[in-house]
């Protein structure tokens, strides 16, 4: 296989600049403060990993536990998040969303599957595909 030429990268780089503003979620539409993205990362797996231990949480997003931290500082602030101590073992603790924080995540699921919808109603079912094989290929490929 051949490295990419110059003018591949550069088409790349502006496909993706076009796509990023294109393709941004409502979330800017909001008139409360967006959450940062790694606070949206962290309200999305709790949603999915109710009760689950910051650890989990961190290990999951790749983060060191000290980010995460603050980052769960940030949405039990905002009334997103709950730590509970667990009674089996009082240091631990397991992170729950509030209801606030469920409305959150699940508006934020929504808007990236509305966001999906318009990107692959553009493309014929085959095109989908091969869209999301690469796509695929790109992200889970170790090699």
């Known amino acids: 296989m051949t490295d990419p030429t110059e ?19 409502a979330a800017a539409m909001r008139t409360e403060r967006p959450l940062a993205e790694l606070d949206k990362a962290v309200l999305l797996y709790v949603a999915d990993h109710a009760g689950c231990g910051p650890t989990d949480v961190a290990r999951f997003l790749d983060v060191p536990t000290t980010t995460l931290s603050s980052a769960t500082d940030r ?14 073992d009082r240091r631990a603790v397991a992170l729950t969303l509030t ?12 808007a990236y599957r509305q966001m999906y919808m318009l990107m692959l109603l553009r493309l014929s ?3 989908r595909d091969r869209f999301i094989a690469m796509i695929t290929k790109i992200v889970y490929n170790d090699g």
């Open 99 to 110: 209801e606030a924080g469920a409305a959150y995540a699940q508006a934020q699921v929504e």
């Open 7 to 25: 003018d591949q990268l550069a088409a790349l780089g502006t496909a993706f600049e076009a796509f990023a503003r294109r393709y941004k979620l």
């Open 75 to 88: 949405l039990v602030r905002r009334g997103f998040l709950r730590r509970d101590r667990i009674e089996a």
């Open 125 to 127: 079912p085959e095109e």
